[in-house]
């Protein structure tokens, strides 16, 4: 609880959300680069503010963003920045990265941005008198200037800096189970700490008067330990690398006292300091999957090391590896590689043994020669060039990877399948270790009744993505927001919710229009998950079998849900001169027990067009609010023709247009509609069931509340 505090406290109060602070500070991370924008972690030195004559408390460290002309930022430079904050705020629906939590996690309490008309100066360069920030900063700035292909690759593995990487790279290394090896955890450490202990334990050895000082595998053990806080350092101590540290440290510290302790003791003892240091590590998958690892490593080798060392035992290793992981993995994130053990068997030598060294020493002699060593990283970028090639080979077969999501409660029998599966021989009912697994492989994720209809509006900020299920048929109209070349709506939120559901195809996915709000998740989508039909009014430029345009009177069915397209109508010459918004593809989808209008961004042209062209079909009880509840569409008119039981605006939290317009609200209000927003509920669903009628269920954001999430 102490922990908790210290990490929430003092958190933004909500009258500064959206106000100009001046504050000042320093950056204390490396900044992360992309286009014309620039993010950073910044320590605030003052405290308080004053706001309208009262002090009001300000978070220590904050995440900013700072875009237009941005200077060149260094890690452990002191700045004046004028800056605008809000808490912290993340998509709210299942299978989606808790960004809240990773902020609670790092300690941040508050994001925001740096306003560009303000007094923003630097006030310090980085000193040497604080050594990490100095160090970091002078290598990130001489790694800058190394053009490998792979330097984004090679500041993963020396400084921690992961923000370089683009998607697809890290896709390939997910998909093959190898994306362990960019972090430098508790492998890297544990190998270049070993490599020091032996080095120093090989010279140390050759003079007799050092060894009649001290023993040499006391010195040994202490330059051990000082490689690994070195390289922690040198990834900024950040929370898997300090892991790794306190692993290694343990285990060397009980080779300087000479005492003989079980590998389970030096586990043992491990686990217990990181969660002294960092209660909350257990909120991190990394934390699971690495103490899990070791331990199944231990497990299988009988909590000793083996004798015989060669390929058999790294073989058998590998693979035991990756099914001991397997429950986990599927549980954290719906997905597994099953070529892990053989890119593995491969990568984990090839980049712990060879790139890794190799690319470190590289980049100290940068410090030395940038000569010397640029010629050294070459060498470490030739590595990986033939790493790269071996895993795109391994990432290209048809069974590389399984996407399957399991229900939680098949994680217990699960284990102790495993657990029997690595048992020794000669132990009773090893061949119940397969029953056990079975509901892993098996058990699917609860669907739907056969004709229901659920209607899942997805939390993507602001912009919009609906799911439509009815039973294993499945419908999605829009795909979200493109925010950068590295971010998507399509591939962060919408893929894994279909993921989540056990959704592994989509029959037919709709873009309304080809605004980046509703169309910027479309590649993402694309790219990830298989799509039947495609259908849409701006869908040129995708690459897709089946494509058609949407027009008005187009129609289907599924089951007992009808879908009709009620706008554009088909385009001739004197109606290209519609807007994007007003091209929108409008669905009207009729179940039973109720109807729902998807609107797109129509504005109030279109809305009167409806109603004098499809007033008949417009009574319907739940409407996704035209472009978002902007005062440029929902006229009282439409309202009235409509006459919704819920509206659901979708909007991003605190966006720049106002959203949902404050007279928009009013006059939905004014009709006695219920208003939902995703910004503020999170993820919204609505049950259209033959059985129960119509049924709104509580937002994500509220099922999921947890003490780390800002509450709305």
């Keep these: 609880m102490v922990h908790a505090y210290l990490n929430l406290y003092p958190q933004l109060d909500k009258s500064l959300e959206g106000v100009d602070i001046e504050v000042s500070g320093q950056i204390i ?76 996690e790092h300690g941040i309490r508050a994001t925001g941005y740096v306003r560009s008309k303000g ?24 790694l800058e200037r190394t053009k490998g292909k792979f330097s984004a690759v090679i500041k993963a593995l020396v400084l921690g800096e992961r923000g370089q990487m683009d998607s697809q790279r890290w896709q390939v290394l997910t998909q093959t189970g190898t994306n362990h090896l960019l972090a430098i955890s508790g492998l890297h450490v544990g190998i270049v700490s070993g490599f020091i202990y032996f080095i120093v334990l090989f010279l140390w050895k050759r003079s007799e008067k050092l060894c009649l000082c001290v023993v040499a595998q006391r010195i040994a053990a202490l330059a051990a330990i000082f490689a690994a806080v070195f390289y922690a350092m040198l990834a900024g101590f950040s929370i898997p690398t300090q892991r790794a540290m306190i692993m290694a440290a343990v285990v060397f510290l009980s080779v300087y006292s000479m005492q003989s302790l079980r590998a389970w003791n030096i586990l043992s003892i491990a686990l217990l300091c990181v969660l002294l240091l960092d209660p909350f590590s257990v909120l991190s998958p990394g934390f699971w999957l690495s103490f899990l690892a070791v331990s199944i490593i231990l497990f299988s080798i009988k909590g000793k090391p083996s004798k015989s060392v060669g390929w058999y035992n790294l073989v058998r290793i590998q693979i035991v590896l990756g099914l001991g992981l397997l429950p986990l993995t599927l549980l954290f994130f719906q997905q597994a590689s099953l070529i892990s053990p053989l890119a593995n068997l491969f990568a984990v030598p090839w980049v712990s043994f060879l790139v890794v060294p190799i690319a470190l020493t590289g980049s100290l002699f940068l410090l030395i020669s940038e000569t010397v060593g640029s010629w050294i990283l070459e060498c470490a970028n030739i590595l990986l060039e033939i790493f790269w090639a071996v895993l795109d080979f391994l990432h290209a077969l048809p069974f590389a990877s399984l996407h399957h999501a399991i229900p939680i409660w098949t994680i217990i029998p699960a284990v102790f399948g495993i657990l029997l599966l690595l048992s020794p021989k000669g132990w009773p009912g090893k061949t119940l270790s397969l029953v056990l697994l079975s509901p892993l492989v098996f058990a699917q994720v609860a669907g739907i009744p056969e004709n229901d209809l659920r209607l899942t ?29 590295r971010f998507n709506a399509g591939e962060a939120v919408v893929v894994p919710y279909l993921r989540h559901r056990g959704v592994d195809s989509i029959d037919t996915l709709i873009v309304s229009h080809g605004d980046k709000d509703h169309a910027g998740g479309l590649q993402g989508i694309l790219t990830n998950i298989n799509v039947e039909h495609l259908l849409g009014s701006h869908i040129k430029g995708y690459q897709h079998d089946q494509t058609r345009i949407c027009k008005a009177g187009m129609s289907w069915q599924w089951k007992s849900v009808n879908f009709q397209f009620l706008h554009p109508p ?32 129509i504005e109030k042209p279109i809305e009167k067009q409806l109603i004098d062209v499809q007033a008949d079909l417009l009574d319907i009880d739940v409407l996704i609010a035209p472009h978002h509840g902007s005062n440029t569409s929902s006229t009282g008119a439409f309202i009235r023709a409509t006459s919704p039981d819920y509206v659901v605006f979708t909007t991003g939290y605190r966006n720049p247009y106002g959203f949902p317009d404050e007279k928009v609200v009013s006059r939905y209000k004014e009709f006695g509609s219920d208003l939902v927003n995703t910004a503020s509920h999170g993820m919204i669903t609505f049950n259209f069931s033959d059985k129960n009628g119509l049924q709104l269920l509580p937002g994500y954001r509220e099922v999921r509340q947890r003490f780390w999430h800002s509450k709305f």
């Design 29 to 104: 991370s490396i900044p992360s680069v992309q286009g014309r924008s620039s993010r950073f972690e910044f320590s605030i030195y003052n405290s308080s503010t004053s706001t309208n004559g009262e002090t009001i408390l300000l978070p220590k460290k904050v995440r900013l963003n700072w875009y237009g002309n941005v200077p060149a930022l260094q890690l452990g430079e002191h700045w004046q920045l004028r800056i605008r904050l809000k808490r912290p705020w993340s998509y709210a629906n299942p299978g989606s990265f808790d960004y809240e939590k990773w902020l609670f």
């Design 119 to 142: 007094n923003n100066q630097r006030v310090h360069a980085t000193s040497i008198l604080n050594p990490t920030y100095f160090l970091r900063a002078t290598l990130n700035q001489k």
């Design 457 to 485: 509006t997805l939390d993507v900020g602001q912009g919009l993505s609906v799911v439509l299920e009815i039973g294993d048929q499945v419908l999605v109209y829009d795909t979200g927001p493109k925010f950068s070349s």
């Design 570 to 601: 088909e385009i001739t010459e004197d109606k290209k001169t519609l807007s994007s918004n007003n091209s929108s593809c409008v669905l009207l989808v009729q179940h039973p027990s109720g109807s729902v209008l998807l609107a797109g961004d």
